[in-house]
């Protein structure tokens, strides 16, 4: 009877059936209970700024509460199996049967985690990005960590910061870089961290922690998360050193690293703003800039312990660099940078090739979100011309896609006709010798498929939604 309690109490945690779930173990029961007046304890300690030694923040972690909020936002993230090969969709199932004794090696200190397997992504400039992918339950635990601390640290960092934190964005971050331009700042000291992720210091950070964090507990369970092992290639080796990319707690980390390079920017009066571990810094003049890259350059190897790319690292004008791809004129107007123009283009060739054999609504269907979400985050900068001439193009790629798919001249002749062109002037198209990206610029083709043509097949129109925004 007993054992079926506890089943029902473990679905409960996280398939949302009952508002109040009871939680695994009579430790974290109590913790439930008290939920609302420890996570009070832990922002009016965080305000006063008082190392929390007194609180039981790993209890905290592992409240029903927050592992459920931490299992809902893990699984709307989605993401990749770990070496484990478990789906986030089973985790709940597989909770029911071990999530007791899961709290109880978490509360205890027994718990070890698992090696993140390593998988490697292109980056847009060349190269590849390392990222760590952690087994749904240590992306599940590592989040329930993040949720306790970020709240705790979010009242430290700097207004400056906008990577990865609580209502903040890289829009943000624009904006005020963009305010500092218009002020007269026009030199830029553009600052990149060589493989940050991969260089953090795990005793400096420990260290940091510690000064703030005073439930030993939890800070064993970061440096084990710290140390965890990656698997690439079958082989599991052993982290000395840095911060796995791709895992929930990875983000708040680096943010913890870097605010004391925010401070000391703060400290000595610069303009500059930070993304995660990109930053720069505005001033007014190349001597300033070229002494401030040489000053900072020095505090982040001899103090922070770091790196800096000393190739991508420059004091240049504010229009001759990228910004979170945006490019700050002398106005402090955005606009979208040349190369993420490139790169748009290029996902837009890609998903329109003549050769692909799907249909039109698919390659509609796969090209509206990018549309959405590229329009979405370039929204702010002047760009009219810009988005009326890449709404022309993609008009015409898959006017092109769509003509190719007719195979035959006949094929060709009875979609025109059908889409209300002339037989003669469908015959003449047709019957053309040139290929068929210039068949897609002739007026039979455009008279085909029309912009209103286009409205009907469900296209994003980047221009439509410009204009509707600005007037």
Known sequence: MEHRQEIAYQQDLFIGQCKDAVCPSDRCEDVHRAKAGQEGQVDKEGRQGRALANNNLMAIVCSSGNLKQAYTQVKRNKGASGIDQMPTTKFAEWFVQHG?????????GRYHPQAVRQVEIPKPKGGVRALGIPTVTDRIIQQAIAQVLSPIYELEFSERSYGFRPRRSAQMALRQASEYVAQGRYIVVDMDMKSFFDEVSHDRLMYRLSTKIGDKPLLKLIRKYLRSGIMSGGLITQRTKGTPQGSPLSPLLSNIVLDELDKELETRGHCFVRYADDFS?????????????SSISAFITDTLKLKVNEQKSIVCEVNK???LGHTILWDGSLVIAKENVKRFKDFVRNLTKRNRGVSLEQVISELNPKLRGWFEYFKHTKSKGLFRNLDGWIRRKIRCFRIKQTKRTIGLVRFLKKHGVA?????????SGVGWW?????????QAMSNSWFVEQNLFNLSLKYQELNY
Not at 100 to 108: A, D, I, K, R
Not at 281 to 293: E, F, L, M, N, P
């Open 281 to 293: 810094i505005y001033v007014r003049s190349q001597a300033a800039g070229d002494r401030v890259k």
């Open 321 to 323: 660099t990228v910004l």
């Open 438 to 446: 210039r068949k897609s610029g002739t007026p039979q083709v455009q």
């Open 423 to 431: 037989s003669y002037q469908s015959w003449i198209i047709a019957l």
């Open 100 to 108: 007791q004794t899961l709290t109880s090696e978490l509360l205890e």
